[in-house]
Nanobody, 120 residues
Framework: QVQLVESGGGLVQAGGSLRLSCAAS????????MGWYRQAPGKQRELVAT???????NYVDSVKGRFTISRDNAKNTVYLQMNSLKPEDTAVYYC??????????????WGQGTQVTVSS
């Protein structure tokens, strides 16, 4: 059974930094795109950043220049380095991965979420 385990959330002051990690475990053939989403109270879940298996990245405009997504394919792990954090970055952050199972079927998985709180 595939699981995505997130870590690295917490409380930080505005201007500070956090690094989120998400490790995929279980049995699967390969990992395609990986990404991070976030959901603030009373708002819809939004895409923050994605990274393809080849390393191409995409970011929502509000985090460009402040957040960096990366991945370690050997560890089946995706990271989100968040710098210059703002109170509006406060949200639950979710990892998302597209994995191919041993029948080469593409399946989508979510992590359990990790809280990021930025104080002003």
């Amino acid at each position: 059974q595939v699981q995505l385990v997130e870590s690295g959330g917490g409380l930080v002051q505005a201007g500070g930094s956090l690094r989120l990690s998400c490790a995929a475990s279980g049995s699967f053939f390969s990992i395609d795109a990986m990404g991070w989403y976030r959901q603030a109270p009373g708002k819809q879940r939004e895409l923050v950043a994605t990274i393809t298996s080849g390393g191409s990245t995409n970011y929502v405009d509000s985090v460009k220049g402040r957040f960096t997504i990366s991945r370690d394919n050997a560890k089946n792990t995706v990271y989100l380095q968040m710098n210059s954090l703002k109170p509006e970055d406060t949200a639950v952050y979710y990892c998302n991965c597209n994995l191919r199972d041993w029948h080469f079927i593409l399946r989508n998985y979510w992590g359990q979420g990790t809280q990021v709180t930025v104080s002003s």
